[in-house]
């Protein structure tokens, strides 16, 4: 018999620096903060009442996967998952934290979301759809949707204190952040989606698209936030794919077609999910996460 996994909703420490629709931040002595994330689940930019289990656990383990693998090439701000072997070092005596959050270094972050794609999906297909470019570039005609683009294209967008990000051009980048700065940002996310988009199909799974976030550290351009999980990025299974329609995924699926169907008109308060839509969403998250790096989520 599996082992039961409480859902953590809220958190309290000292020390709150900042607290999303996902994660909870919290300074730390010399410059670090932990970072933790919850089981919290957004959608159409609400956040449920109740939380998928584990789906903290799975966002930090697969960005720590991924950061490990990267750091060498791109530099990011991770120390370390918080776990029992390291929690007294950091004066955290709170086990419900272990396992879903992450020790970093504390950053200045970029006013940027830095989304790659390699399929024509979501936003972009819109877009295309409706004869705009995508973030400034131009796609060239006869695509479908979810097709694979000929490489990869840097599709940023604003960092939306609230609300939706909205796409912007390159040139926008520039702007606001200096192009020295924007032309780093650009290779590296390129970078580090060519590299994950290799790996991940190996393991029968299409990275569609997927954002990073970067901020300053030690006058660095560094990957901060999480990176390459089934929150940031799409998801799909490789032996069910097919160009010129929707395609399943490995993230909030079950989740957003309960809702579509539920009549909710996308306005807060989220309703209750039902028991069978949390554990689908719960199992999605876990087998891309059993996929991406060969082995099932530790307990």
């Known amino acids: 018999m599996s082992p039961v996994h409480e859902v953590l909703l809220t958190t309290d420490r000292p020390d709150l620096i900042a607290r999303g629709k996902v994660r909870d931040m919290y300074a730390l002595p010399n410059d670090l903060v932990l970072m933790v994330a919850t089981d919290r689940m957004s959608a159409f930019d609400v956040v449920m009442p109740n939380g998928i289990p584990r789906k903290g656990e799975v966002l930090t383990r697969i960005s720590a996967y991924w950061f490990d693998r990267t750091g060498v090439v791109v530099p990011n701000h991770m120390v370390a998952v918080l776990d029992a072997s390291n929690a007294a070092q950091y004066g955290i005596e709170d086990e419900s934290l272990f396992g879903r959050s992450m020790v970093v270094r504390r950053a200045e972050p970029l006013p940027v979301e830095c989304v790659v794609r390699g399929y024509l999906a979501g936003s972009a297909w819109g877009d295309y759809r409706a004869g705009r470019p995508v973030s400034g570039v131009t796609l060239p005609e006869g695509l479908r949707q979810c097709d694979r683009l000929f490489e990869p294209i840097f599709t940023p967008s ?37 590299y994950a988009a290799e790996v991940a199909l190996e393991r029968g799974i299409i990275i569609a698209d997927t954002k990073f976030e970067f901020g300053m550290l030690d006058g660095e ?7 390459l999980t089934p929150d940031s990025s799409r998801f799909w299974p490789l032996d069910q794919y097919e160009a010129g329609r929707d395609q399943p995924s490995f993230d909030k699926q079950p989740l957003r077609d309960w809702l579509e169907a539920s009549g909710w008109n996308k306005q807060p308060p989220g309703p209750t999910l039902p028991d069978d839509v949390v554990a689908a969403t719960s199992e999605r998250y876990l087998e891309a996460y059993r996929r991406i790096t060969g082995a099932p989520l530790p307990d």
């Open 158 to 194: 604003t960092k939306a204190e609230a609300g939706h990000d909205e796409p912007i051009p390159y040139t926008e980048v520039e702007r606001l952040i200096g192009p020295d700065r924007a032309n780093v940002i650009r290779l590296r996310s390129l970078a580090l989606y060519r």
């Open 221 to 227: 351009v560094t990957l901060i936030d999480e990176c």
